[in-house]
């Protein structure tokens, strides 16, 4: 097989594969991450992204604000690594985290309002 035009220097293991990503069903699919959930807003006033991390008790536990999705996601994540919070226990839920925040980001940019999925 050839490589494709964007593989350069890289080899292929013995075991590669390319594996086809299956349909995610957003009500079948879902499984909810038992660390936290994430509510997220845009402060148009400060041009900031709010990010407050919640308990399942409805608490507000901390809210993150920054200029950026990236900014915000490895602030999250270091401060919950160094806190020994595990808030994600998840990698599906860091990703949509990261995924909602550029969603934010974008908002915020273009002067639209931004809604969470």
């Known amino acids: ?22 349909k995610y069903d957003d009500i079948r699919d879902f499984r909810i991450d038992s660390g ?14 709010g990010a407050a991390i919640c308990d399942y008790k409805h608490t507000i536990l901390k809210e993150f604000r ?5 900014d915000l996601y490895t602030t999250i994540f270091d401060y919950s690594e160094n806190h020994k919070k595990r808030w ?7 990703a949509y985290l990261g995924k909602e925040l550029k969603k934010a980001e974008i ?7 931004y809604v969470q999925e």
């Open 1 to 22: 097989m050839k490589n494709p035009k964007w593989v350069k220097k890289q080899s292929r293991s013995k075991d590669f594969e390319v594996i086809k990503a299956d």
């Open 36 to 49: 936290c959930y994430v509510l997220i807003r845009v402060y148009k006033k400060t041009k900031e992204i």
């Open 66 to 70: 920054g200029k950026r999705a990236q």
């Open 88 to 94: 994600f226990t998840k990698l599906d839920h860091a």
């Open 107 to 113: 908002s915020l940019a273009m002067g639209t309002e």
